[in-house]
């Protein structure tokens, strides 16, 4: 191992995905800033096995790496279409959305030029050795490990397939897994008379709508499975989406940790839904499949209230599945030849982290305590800023996931790593108040109401982000989150 200790990086960032690249990209052009961000890929990739053509973003252009933060950025979208020549037919395109192959290809194109990224690097253990990090890395070509130190760490691993325990018995099976995998094992698939595809979120109807594309007229029978007693599309009014802004994250930061919890199940359809373009995409293509005869010979099911409650290969071959009807409690087995699972994602904790735990606030969950600046709650004697990027859904709400935020999230980390303001922000950013209006103390009480017995106590003062380090709390009874928009 390379044991050479050159200067301390002020942030080491552990992965590079959007949101960190967002943090790489905001960091880079900061004076006297020194930033690393490393990942054990060889390149970026974004979702690469969802990459279905004709597959578009569910957020606007604008919710790039900087824009929504600094849209002078060299490293905005619109300069990457100028780069590519692109932008007059980008322009006449005329679309909001961009084809998610292209959001791909521009995080690839910024990634391969920001000098703080370095690709084939595996951060493989952090350690606190006061006042620094010591970061050992691992160059995954050749196995040759060196040791970084850094004053600060941000943690940007991304998330995780999920694989419903009910599915644990399909692990590995050539016919079953999940959509993160799909255009990789699509050929997995050929031969295949009956194939089922299990989610109701944007994965699930992106793969059903392609495999519906994939099999018209060959008497393949695909069916869609969704536990959620219906297909109801993702809120996307204006106000609606106003809980992706920093004023909701504020708000819902507040709460007790159990309404958090409740809420976040609650609002399923503001991140975990499917898109009313792509479930209009669905109902047309089967309205114009059936065009002369009746819509029940096309060999289609979609089955909304349907939970898959275990899952094993059948003794003849194919897969068997015991399904039960949600609304009615009727169980019935359905044999399938193959499986998609749509199955969302969770919050992933590295490895490399393992020695740091016993210095982490975990919740009663096992979850990170994360303040307002997206830093971690860790015992006294680490003093490093420990901060996470789309590990605190529980904590920040259904915004943690979302695109629209991830600017806005990286320069509050930069902001609280420097100390300073090095990105200006808005204190108001939506039209909706989430919070009861504050009592007001001079307010005369109501016509017929008791005399108030004392002047009203002046309200307190609205609390600031606490950044230092805390000890260990009482637990608390929480769910595991889980993320989807």
Request: proline content about 9%; charged content about 20%.
């Amino acid at each position: 191992m390379d044991t050479s200790t050159p200067p301390a990086y002020d942030l080491l960032g552990v992965g590079i995905g959007p949101f960190n690249l967002s943090l790489a990209a905001l960091a880079e052009p900061v004076p006297g800033l020194r930033t690393l961000f490393c990942d054990q890929r060889p390149e970026f990739r974004w979702h690469h096995g969802m990459l279905v053509d004709g597959a578009r973003m569910q957020v606007p252009f604008l919710a790039d790496l900087v824009s929504l933060v600094d849209p002078t950025s060299q490293w905005s979208f619109l300069n990457y279409l100028r780069e590519q020549d692109r932008l007059f037919p980008f322009y006449f395109a005329e679309r909001f959305q961009l084809p998610r192959r292209e959001y791909d290809h521009y995080c690839r194109w910024a990634a391969e030029r920001l000098a703080n990224c370095r690709f084939g690097t595996e951060v493989t253990a952090l350690r606190w050795d006061a006042p620094w990090y010591r970061v050992e890395l691992t160059d995954t070509a050749t196995g040759r490990r060196s040791e970084a130190r850094a004053r600060n760490l941000a943690l940007g691993v991304g998330t995780r397939p999920v694989l419903p325990e009910a599915f644990a018995p399909l692990a590995g099976h050539p016919r079953a897994f999940h959509s993160a995998e799909y255009l990789d094992r699509r050929a997995d698939l050929a031969g295949a008379r009956d194939i089922t595809v299990v989610g109701s979120g944007q994965s699930g109807a992106e793969v059903f709508l392609d495999l519906l594309r994939r099999h018209e007229g060959d008497g393949v029978r695909l069916r869609w499975l969704t536990r959620t007693r219906a297909l109801a599309p993702m809120e996307y009014s204006k106000l609606g989406l106003e809980h992706f802004t920093p004023d909701y994250t504020r708000y819902f930061h507040g709460l007790p940790a159990p309404v958090r919890d409740a809420l976040v199940a609650a609002q399923w359809q503001l991140h975990k839904a499917a898109s009313a373009e792509t479930l209009a995409e669905i109902h047309d293509h089967l309205y114009e499949r059936t065009i002369g005869r009746p819509i029940d010979t096309a060999p289609v099911e979609i089955t909304p209230g349907t939970a898959v409650d275990a899952a094993r290969p059948g003794p003849c071959g194919g897969l068997e599945l015991h399904c039960r009807h949600t609304d009615s409690g009727t169980e019935h087995l359905l044999r399938t030849d193959a499986v998609v699972l749509a199955t969302g994602y969770r919050a992933a904790r590295p490895a490399a982290l393992e020695p740091l735990a016993g210095l982490i606030d975990w919740d009663g969950a096992g979850r990170y305590r994360v303040d307002l600046d997206h830093r971690v709650a860790t015992r006294p004697e680490l003093t490093g800023g420990l901060y996470v990027q789309n590990a605190e859904l529980h904590t920040h709400g259904v915004g943690t996931p979302d695109l629209g935020l991830g600017a806005h999230r990286a320069a509050v980390i930069l902001n609280a790593v420097t100390g300073r303001t090095v990105h200006r922000l808005p204190d108001r950013t939506a039209w909706t108040g989430f919070a009861p209006p504050a009592a007001s103390a001079s307010a005369p009480p109501p016509a017929g109401s008791a005399p108030a017995r004392a002047a009203a106590a002046p309200a307190p003062a609205p609390a600031t982000p606490d950044r230092t380090p805390v000890v260990p709390r009482p637990q608390e009874l929480t769910r595991a989150a889980t993320v989807g928009r």
